[in-house]
Nanobody, 122 residues
Framework: VQLQASGGGLVEAGGSLRLSCAASGVAFRLYNMGWFRQAPGKEREFVAV????????QYADSAKGRFTISRDVAKNAVYLQMNSLKPEDTALYYCAANRIGTAIRWFEDGAWGQGTLVTVSS
């Protein structure tokens, strides 16, 4: 599967952004999808995951209550709605896919998109 993330940009603290990840190549419905991010000088971290059925979602503590992950099978896309953004949300956001499960470890060897940059100004 090939992944293309988009929707990043510059936003003021408290604002919102919606990231999109378009999947192509194989049956999107077979893949568990996740969002990860990497801030400058920091390691990549988990943000959110949604199961291939769409019935299970999980969030990092930093994302709970502010971010929502969703998927649209008809459009072969996964989204990350980000509200109440904070400067510490500034990072390169990646979408990832795997066919095994929703645990973070399964994404390590999965498919990854190129990342979209989110910058939150204070």
């Amino acid at each position: 599967v090939q992944l293309q993330a988009s929707g990043g940009g510059l936003v003021e603290a408290g604002g919102s952004l919606r990231l999109s990840c378009a999947a192509s190549g194989v049956a999107f419905r077979l893949y568990n999808m996740g969002w990860f991010r990497q801030a400058p000088g920091k390691e990549r971290e988990f943000v959110a995951v949604i199961s291939r059925s769409g019935t299970t979602t999980q969030y990092a503590d930093s994302a709970k209550g502010r971010f929502t992950i969703s998927r649209d099978v008809a459009k072969n896309a996964v989204y990350l709605q980000m509200n109440s953004l904070k400067p510490e949300d500034t990072a390169l956001y990646y979408c990832a896919a795997n066919r095994i499960g929703t645990a973070i470890r399964w994404f390590e060897d999965g498919a990854w998109g190129q990342g979209t940059l989110v910058t939150v100004s204070s």
